[in-house]
């Protein structure tokens, strides 16, 4: 069976996932600190699970992943947008910002600081305009509209090589508001190649 999950839906649950946050008056399907571990599911429950937003307002964001490759089945998709660390801290709840970086410390061939478990990176997207859905409450038509003709053309270039964009063409633009990184998850299983 598939089951999904969205982490700290906020405002914003998603159908055909089991939807947690912090948060009672956004009516989650479950309530649950996500400071608090273990989460309240069983050992390689979900297919896909997304973090929307929400791992840098946590404490221990390592811990987080930690518990979300548990709960995660074998080849499981983990789905994680945080602020880039070039626009990290525009809320007052954030914790950190993150960078192109945050994949190595999951690679069993990172030296500096491997977690213990693996996720496969399978795609990175650095977004300049990043939650639209929030945005068309505050920004007029216009302004809203062109930001996003804007973004699209640095989301282009930047994403040719987001090493680079992160480092150095950032700081040209004004920041990134976004970045998102695909992880497929691996477990190692009798038989199985990862």
Same mark, same amino acid.
């Given at each position: 069976?598939?089951?999904? $999950?969205? &982490? ?7 159908e055909g996932y089991i939807n947690v946050d912090i ?39 390592? %811990? ?10 074998h080849k499981g998709i983990i789905i994680i947008r ?28 990172? %030296? *500096? *600081?491997?977690? *213990?478990?693996?996720? %496969? &990176? /399978?795609?990175?997207?650095?977004r300049w305009f990043a939650q639209e859905y929030l ?12 930001? %996003?003709?804007?973004? $699209? ?6 994403? &040719? ?7 150095? &063409?950032?700081?040209?633009? *004004?920041?990134?508001?976004?970045? /998102? ?14």
């Amino acid at each position: 069976m598939s089951y999904k $999950l969205n &982490l700290g839906c906020g405002m914003f649950k998603k159908e055909g996932y089991i939807n947690v946050d912090i948060v009672s008056n956004t009516t989650p399907d479950i309530l649950c600190d996500l400071n608090k571990f273990p989460y309240p599911f069983h050992d390689d429950k979900f297919t896909v699970i997304e973090a929307n937003h929400v791992l840098e307002h946590l404490y221990e964001p390592f %811990k987080v992943m930690k518990e979300l490759y548990r709960i995660s089945q074998h080849k499981g998709i983990i789905i994680i947008r945080v602020p880039h660390f070039s626009r990290g801290f525009t809320h007052p709840e954030h914790k950190r910002g993150f960078d192109v970086t945050f994949p190595y410390y999951f690679n069993p061939d990172f %030296k *500096g *600081g491997y977690q *213990g478990f693996y996720l %496969k &990176l /399978e795609k990175m997207r650095l977004r300049w305009f990043a939650q639209e859905y929030l945005k068309k409450d505050v920004l007029s038509k216009f302004v809203f509209y062109l930001a %996003k003709l804007a973004s $699209l053309i640095i989301d282009f270039i930047s994403n &040719l090589s987001p090493f680079f964009t992160s480092r150095i &063409l950032c700081f040209l633009v *004004g920041g990134f508001e976004e970045i /998102e990184f695909y992880f497929r998850v691996l477990k190692r299983r009798d038989n199985d190649e990862i």
